[in-house]
């Protein structure tokens, strides 16, 4: 790592915008080792062979139809890197901040700050599906992210077997993949909501009913994959359950607050919420009805109904 490169890089942030994404890349990879991709040929088989088991098991057992990303990437962390600044400036271009008097200083502050942020959540990500949301173009498809060294590390830091956690891990992904295949149109209505909602901010406006629309789609997305995780998985979980969950919890006052700074405190509420009412729907009825929720728009839970399932069942199923 190489602390004064990363200053360098941010101090020297240049160009028009409130953040010189380029800078953000650069100081972001100084400061995060990349980790080593020393893959054998069995290990990118294992890869393989986890994303197909996956896709089958999710397609059989909740008999979702949907299709593999045709990028799936084992990364290392300076590839998620240069794969998410890309995401980051779509979507952070349409707050379209005011430069103020300084523009050059804050231009430095928020390179800086997304460089730091950037770097802290490579070291953490484990698998990634993105959809590429705000993407210009029509030909932009989604993709199948793995960041190799941190599936490595955190299986040793769990005492997980590697093959076994990695394995879980893509199901976990591919459960993703699966919902947006459900869903067409979950893309366009998570697209919607972004925009407008960072569009308010940019103007200082807060609707507090696109934040929570956005809030509840994402706990929606994110238990689901969950459930998922768990429903189709092909080997004993509850250990890596368990830990991961713990993990998810954990770290030291540092880290801890730093993910509340990034928000993960929501993320990780939104995993546990949304899995909780997804496992109340399966007890209540079956997968089946709770693949429902993927229909249409309206088939999404309120945040009202998130907390009463019951609810969410009366009015859908």
Not at 57 to 82: K, M, Y
Not at 116 to 121: D, E, K, P, Q, S
Not at 215 to 244: H, N, S
Request: proline share 4%.
């Amino acid at each position: 790592m190489n602390f004064y490169r990363a200053v360098r890089a941010v101090t020297d942030a240049s160009g028009e915008g409130p953040v010189d994404w380029v800078a953000v890349g650069d100081a972001a990879k100084a400061v995060t080792a990349p980790g080593t991709l020393d893959l054998a040929p069995a290990d990118e088989r294992a890869y393989a062979a986890d994303v197909r088991a996956a896709r089958d098991q999710i397609r059989s057992v909740a008999g979702v139809d949907f299709d593999l990303p045709e990028t799936v990437e084992i990364q290392n962390r300076h590839h998620w890197i240069d794969a998410n600044v890309v995401t980051f400036e779509r979507i952070l271009d349409l707050l379209e901040p005011e430069a103020g008097l300084m523009p050059g200083i804050a231009r430095s502050l928020n390179t800086g700050s997304m460089a730091f942020a950037v770097g802290f959540l490579a070291n953490n990500v484990l698998g990634q599906y993105d959809p590429r949301l705000l993407s210009p173009g029509a030909g932009d498809d989604h993709s199948l992210y793995f960041v190799h060294p941190n599936i490595r590390r955190v299986s040793r830091q769990l005492d997980a077997d590697e093959d076994r956690f990695r394995r879980w891990i893509a199901f976990h992904e591919v459960s993703h993949a699966a919902e947006f295949g459900a869903a067409p149109w979950l893309t366009d209505h998570l697209e919607d909501l972004i925009e407008t909602t960072l569009r308010d901010l940019s103007a200082a406006r807060f609707n507090r009913d696109d934040f929570l629309a956005i809030d509840t789609t994402m706990t929606a997305v994110e238990g689901y994959a969950e459930l998922l995780m768990d429903q189709t998985f092909d080997e004993e979980y509850e250990d890596l359950r368990r830990k991961l969950d713990a993990r998810r919890r954990g770290g030291g006052p540092i880290a801890q607050l730093i993910r509340r700074l990034l928000g993960l405190g929501r993320k990780r509420r939104q995993y546990e919420r949304g899995k909780d009412f997804f496992e109340a729907v399966v007890n209540a009825r079956d997968l089946r009805t709770a693949n429902l929720v993927w229909e249409r728009p309206e088939n999404l839970p309120t945040d009202d109904e998130l907390r009463n399932p019951t609810r969410w069942l009366t009015r859908v199923a």
